[in-house]
C-alpha cells in the first residue's frame, strides 16, 4: 500500500487548508504531524467506511477528516489555523481496523502557519 500525502504549504494564521491522500478504500486512515523536536502527534482518523471519526482535543472542532472510497482518497479539511498547526503532516493506514495499529505510512505534506 503506498501513500501519498499532498495539499500542504504556507498558510496565514486563522486560514485554511485542505490535505489529501491517496489512500485504501478498505483500511482504517489516519492522520498525524511531527513539530520539530517534538514527537508525532495523532491528529484524525476515520473508519473505512466512514461511519467513525476521532480527533485529537487540539484540533476537534476545527479540523475535519473525510473520505471518498470511490476516489480512494482521505481528507484532511484544517481551519482556523494557527502557529501550533506547523508541522509535516502524514497520512497512515491501518490494515486490521479501527483501534489497531497503523502499517502502512505515507511521506508527509509540510504545513506551516504565519502569524
Known amino acids: 500500500v503506498q501513500l501519498q500525502a499532498s495539499g500542504g504549504g504556507l498558510v496565514q494564521a486563522g486560514g485554511s487548508l485542505r490535505l489529501s491522500c491517496a489512500a485504501s478504500s478498505t483500511y482504517t486512515m489516519g492522520w498525524f504531524r511531527q513539530a520539530p523536536g517534538k514527537e508525532r502527534e495523532f491528529v484524525a482518523a476515520?473508519?473505512?467506511?466512514?461511519?467513525?471519526?476521532l480527533y485529537a482535543d487540539s484540533v476537534k472542532g476545527r479540523f475535519t477528516i473525510s473520505r471518498d472510497n470511490a476516489k480512494n482518497t482521505v481528507y484532511l479539511q484544517m481551519n482556523s489555523l494557527n502557529s501550533e498547526d506547523t508541522a509535516v503532516y502524514y497520512c497512515a493506514a491501518a490494515k486490521k481496523g479501527w483501534g489497531t495499529e497503523y502499517d502502512y505510512w505515507g511521506q508527509g505534506t509540510q504545513v506551516t502557519v504565519s502569524s
Open positions: 476515520i473508519s473505512a467506511r466512514g461511519g467513525m471519526t
